[in-house]
C-alpha cells in the first residue's frame, strides 16, 4: 500500500479513464488529484506540487507533450509517467527526452501502471536531495525550515519557496513569470516588481554584502540567476 501522504495527479480528458484509474489509485492508498485538459494539469501540477503525475497524451488545451516541456522548463522535477495509444517508437523518445520518467502504452494492465508507479516513486525517493547548502547556509525542503550558520532564518512561503528553486538549480538563468510561477503557482498575477522585492530580501538575509550579491545574481535584460 502507499505511503497515505503520496498524492498522484492524473491528467486525463477521458472521463471513463479518468475515473477508474482514481478509484484505483485511492483504493491502493494514493491521495488522486485530477485535471481533464493539459492547461488544467499543468496549473495543478505547479500548484500543488504532486509526488507524481499520471499524464495522457492527447488532451484538449495542451498536449501532453505541450505539458511536459512546460514543466520541465519552470523548474519542476515532479516525476512522470506518460500514457498514450502512440506506441511508436518515434513517440516514446519524444516524451522520454522532453522529461518522462516511464511510458506505457494504451491499453494497459492496471497492475503494470501501479508497479510502474511504485518503481519511478522508490527511485524518486532514493535520488531527491533532502538538504541543499551553501556558504553556511542549510535548507531542509522535507522540514522546509532554514538555518545560517546554526541559526535559524525566519522566511515567509515564498520566500522559502524562491530560495529552494534557486538552489535546486544552480547556474540556470530564470525570467521574472518562471520565477512567479515557482514560488507564488502558474496564473499567479504579479509583477516584475514582486520578484525583485523578494530577491532583495533573500539577498538582505543570506549574501555576505547584499548590495553588491555574489550569489543572487541580476541577469540584465533576463532575470535571475543562482550561483554556486
Same mark, same amino acid.
Do not use: C, H, P, W
Given at each position: 500500500m502507499a505511503d497515505a501522504r503520496q498524492r498522484?495527479?492524473?491528467?486525463?480528458?477521458?472521463?471513463?479513464?479518468?475515473?477508474?484509474?482514481s478509484m484505483s489509485l485511492r483504493s491502493d492508498g494514493y491521495e488522486?488529484?485530477?485535471?481533464?485538459?493539459g492547461k488544467a494539469g499543468l496549473q495543478k501540477a505547479l500548484d500543488e506540487s504532486p509526488d507524481l503525475v499520471v499524464l495522457d497524451l492527447m488532451m484538449p488545451q495542451l498536449n501532453g507533450y505541450e505539458v511536459l516541456e512546460e514543466l520541465r522548463k519552470r523548474g519542476s522535477k515532479v516525476p512522470v509517467i506518460v500514457l498514450s495509444a502512440r506506441g *511508436?517508437?518515434?513517440?516514446?523518445? *519524444?516524451g522520454l527526452d522532453l522529461g518522462a520518467d516511464d511510458?506505457?502504452?494504451k491499453p494497459f494492465s492496471l497492475g503494470e501502471l501501479l508497479a510502474r508507479i511504485r518503481s519511478v516513486l522508490r527511485r524518486r525517493e532514493r535520488d531527491e536531495v533532502q538538504v541543499l547548502?551553501?556558504?553556511?547556509?542549510r535548507i531542509d525542503l522535507k522540514a522546509k525550515t532554514v538555518t545560517r550558520a546554526g541559526a535559524p532564518v525566519e522566511l515567509t512561503a515564498q520566500e522559502f519557496k524562491l530560495l529552494a528553486h534557486f538552489v535546486s538549480n544552480p547556474g540556470r538563468?530564470?525570467?521574472?513569470?518562471?520565477?512567479?510561477?515557482a514560488a507564488w503557482g502558474y496564473g499567479y498575477e504579479g509583477t516584475a516588481r514582486?520578484?525583485?522585492?523578494?530577491?532583495?530580501?533573500?539577498?538582505?538575509?543570506f549574501e555576505v554584502e547584499p548590495d553588491a550579491p555574489r550569489r543572487f545574481a541580476t541577469v540584465r535584460g533576463l532575470g535571475y540567476?543562482?550561483?554556486a
Open positions: 498522484i495527479l492524473v491528467v486525463e480528458d477521458d472521463l471513463s479513464i479518468l475515473t477508474g484509474l488522486v488529484l485530477q485535471a481533464q485538459d *511508436m517508437e518515434r513517440d516514446k523518445v *519524444m511510458y506505457l502504452v547548502a551553501f556558504d553556511d547556509t538563468t530564470f525570467s521574472r513569470d518562471e520565477l512567479l510561477a514582486t520578484v525583485d522585492n523578494f530577491v532583495s530580501q533573500l539577498r538582505a538575509k540567476r543562482f550561483d
